[in-house]
């Protein structure tokens, strides 16, 4: 939490709450919500989804909407834009949109508003963006729709909006498609697109939550330049609270539905006025108070090769490109894992962490390098001994709702990999499926239950346990709290130490989150480009980082400060 307030220490706190930042006293402001209550149509009735919401936008500023998943962040976005789902509805109070009530406009007519007035940044632009068309056609298909001008005039300003979202070579990029394009040079073009028109209002929903934490700040620092450029105002939707004490003028913090608590981000953040505020902020991993993990790290102090439960060594993984040409995405990696520790892989997307991570589960055969997990020589595995080594490593991966069969129910799914080892019957497997539901924290009744009927901390709990069924030693954690709100994040970690505890468990950690790493993780190997650049104790290495990539890491972390940034510091001023 400490970091976060850091994030914002310079930023005055004498403003009433409510009250925007830059508001302009006589000039609307740009966005004017009041009592706004959206619900949506059900079998059963009209189920409220936002009640009783009401808030202000002024020209220039931005505001972030925090609150965890269901709490009604981006149905009131979706609702502000015109784009609820098909059984949702605005069941009463305004949109205003510097003056004008839109909210009962119907969807032609907030066609004339999407784009030109309002732009919107979606969270995920794997899915944003059309894959049979190019990038310059997507982008020129907002253009066409607000009738710009001529095809020739479509073309330069589709030119122009890439070179200024700081893509390289826009003719090149505008006749490639979505597939050629990294994660945060397509999250690039969906930011040209929302400023194509040069609109009062942008709504970013979750814009960075899929990105590295460097491709994070990136996008954020091209985002704040665009917006100082045009004095677009910004609606910032983020569960990432360090984003928002990092980026916003003001937060307005949601629960269940119903804006709990607004003000200025400064005073929001040192003084919370409500429980659920200070929750979210507690549960926020820190880099200012890491966490302390004494028994593990004497485990480290006093390891031996012999406590040593993984051992990589000089890693090599190619694949194959046609042509007899190859990739190299992971390059003569080694490293160790002292049993019951926790070691982090993190680095940008691309590094090979996800890579070395499935090699030493034995998911796919290494070019070169040997892998032994708990004394198996997994590069040497195949056939009935790889089955058998199920029962020593699992993985649990990075989304459980598509790595859960929606058909099965969560005994069935929990109980799957019983069925690949004979001499468990069924009541027994009853009997081992109900402990490691119970072993999660998760109540017996979800037993009966399918993936769609739980919560996302919940699904998360269910692929834990089903990864727990075979009573492995070691477990392989791809991103697995990335995609949770702060709150469930936390009360993951606490499970997973609590369970590490118990066990004995072994977990070779995934992540792009540093401050989630130094907070449940004993050592860290920093991976670039397919090498480890940096390894060592997570202390020592996010502490006196000796590699000027993972120095690069800590620095573009919302609200860290530290050695690294005394330094980025330096290097500005000269």
Known sequence: MSSIITAVRDRPADLPLGVPATSTGSAPPVLAVRDLAVGYRTRGGVAPAVQGVSFDVAAGEVVAVVGESGSGKTTTAQAVIGLLAGNGHI???SVEVSGTDISGWGARRLESVRGARIGLIPQDP???????????????????????GSK????????????????????????????ELSGGMKQRVLIAGAVALEPELIIADEPTSALDVTVQRRILDLLADLQRELGTAVLLITHDLAVAADRADRILVMKDGRLVEQGPTARLLAAPATDYTRTLLGDAPSFAAPAARTATRELVERATPADHAVVVDRLVQDFPTGRRRSFRAVDDVSFTVVRGTTHALVGESGSGKTTTARTVVGLQHPSAGRITVEGHDVTALGGAALRRFRRVAQLVYQNPFSSLDPRQSVAEIVGEPLLNFAGTD????REVVAEAIDRVALPADVAGRRPAELSGGQRQRVAIARALVLQPRVL????AVSALDVTVQAQILALLEQLQQDLGLTYLFISHDLAVVQQICDTVS???AGRIVEQGTTARVFGSPTHEYTAA????IPGHTGTTHDHHDKESAR
């Open 476 to 479: 392989v954690l791809d991103e």
């Open 126 to 148: 794997n899915n944003s963006l059309n894959p049979v068309k190019t990038i310059g056609a997507n982008l020129a298909e907002v253009l066409q729709i607000h009738r710009y």
């Open 426 to 429: 069924r009541a027994r497997r």
């Open 91 to 93: 069941e009463s109070g």
């Open 526 to 528: 920093v991976m670039q």
């Open 152 to 179: 020739a005039a479509i073309r330069a300003r589709v030119l122009e909006l890439l070179y200024r979202v700081g893509l390289p070579e826009p003719e090149a990029c505008a006749r490639q498609y979505p597939h």
């Open 553 to 556: 890491l800590l620095d573009a």
